[in-house]
C-alpha cells in the first residue's frame, strides 16, 4: 500500500518505522526536511505534523476520497475538528487505545477513574499545552469506558515552562454518577502512565507505560491479568491500513474523538 506520511518528528519518524517494516511504501512529507508532495496519489495517509496542520493537511485527502489518520488530538480548534468529523474515513491516532494492558482491561462497567500521566519536560510538542499533549489520552479512554454526557468539570492548571498549562488536575464527573479524576503533566521529575478503574467487581491497576494489568477483587484479592505483548504504534497502523483497505474497523474516528476534544476544550477553560 502507498502510504504519504506527513511529519518527520518524534512520533513521525515512529511511524515511518513500523510502516517500512510492515512493508509498504511510505513518502514522507515534510517541507522543513525538504520532503516534497507525493509524485503519485497514495492509498492512505498519516498526519503526524503539528496539531495546528492536521485540518488543513487531512481535509483535501478526505475530500478526494482518500482515508486519513490523524494524530492525536484531532485539531487545534473544535471548528477544525467538526470539518473533520464529516469524514467517516477520517481516523484519529489515540494510540493508548491499543496498548496491550488496556485491551486487556475489557469493559468493566466503569463507574470511577482515576489516570495520572507525568513525563519530564522535553521541548517537543509545545505548540499545545498538556492537555492536548498528554491529557487527552486519558480522557479518550475515559470516553471509551464511560460513554455517558458530561455533567461538570473542575479544573486547575499552571503554566510553568512553555507559556502554556503545563501541570493540570482535573474532576470530570458524568450524567450518570460516574466521575475521573485526572492529572497530567509535562514538567514532572519522574515518568508515569497509570490508569485504575473502579468498577463493582474490584478495581483494576494499570501501568500503561510497562504494559501490565492487576485485578484486586472485592475481598482485596490481587491477581495478574494475563497481557498480550504487543506494540500499540504498530497495532494501531496494522488497524488504519486494514480499515483504509475495507478489511476492518478502527475504534477511533474524527466523529468519535469531537467530544474529547470537546471536554478537553472544558477543562482548559476551567483552568483558566
Given amino acids: 500500500m502507498r502510504v504519504a506520511l506527513y511529519g518527520l518528528g518524534r512520533m513521525g519518524s515512529h511511524h515511518a518505522r513500523h510502516l517500512g517494516e510492515l512493508g509498504h511504501e511510505v513518502h514522507v512529507v515534510d517541507p522543513a526536511k525538504g520532503r516534497a508532495e507525493p509524485p503519485v496519489p497514495p492509498d492512505a495517509v498519516v498526519v503526524a505534523s503539528p496539531t495546528g496542520t492536521h485540518a ?40 493508548e487505545r491499543f496498548n496491550p494492558a488496556f485491551r486487556a482491561l475489557g469493559t468493566p462497567g466503569a463507574r470511577f477513574l482515576q489516570a495520572e500521566r507525568l513525563a519530564p519536560w522535553a521541548d517537543r510538542g509545545i505548540d499545545v499545552d498538556v492537555v492536548l499533549d498528554l491529557m487527552v489520552h486519558d480522557l479518550d479512554l475515559f470516553a471509551a469506558l464511560c460513554p455517558a454526557p458530561v455533567r461538570e468539570v473542575r479544573a486547575n492548571g499552571l503554566s510553568l515552562v512553555s507559556g502554556r498549562i503545563d501541570i493540570v488536575h482535573a474532576r470530570v464527573e458524568l450524567e450518570d454518577g460516574a466521575v475521573g479524576l485526572f492529572t497530567a503533566s509535562r514538567v514532572s521529575r519522574r515518568s508515569a502512565r497509570t490508569l485504575r478503574v473502579f468498577a463493582p467487581g474490584g478495581y483494576w491497576s494499570a501501568d500503561l ?40 474497523s478502527f475504534p477511533v474516528r474524527a466523529a468519535d474523538a469531537l467530544p474529547v476534544l470537546e471536554l478537553a476544550e472544558r477543562i482548559r477553560c476551567a483552568c483558566s
Fill in 209 to 248: 507505560k510497562a504494559g501490565t494489568l492487576v485485578h484486586v477483587a472485592p475481598d482485596l484479592t490481587e491477581s495478574v491479568v494475563p497481557v498480550e505483548p504487543g506494540d500499540a504504534l504498530r497495532a494501531e497502523l496494522v488497524a488504519f491500513l486494514a480499515a483504509a483497505a475495507g478489511d476492518g
Fill in 56 to 95: 488543513e493537511v487531512a481535509l483535501p485527502w478526505l475530500e478526494r476520497g482518500v482515508p486519513v489518520l490523524v494524530e492525536k488530538p484531532v485539531a487545534a480548534t473544535l471548528g477544525e475538528a467538526r470539518a473533520l468529523a464529516r469524514h467517516p474515513r477520517c481516523f484519529v491516532g489515540q494510540v
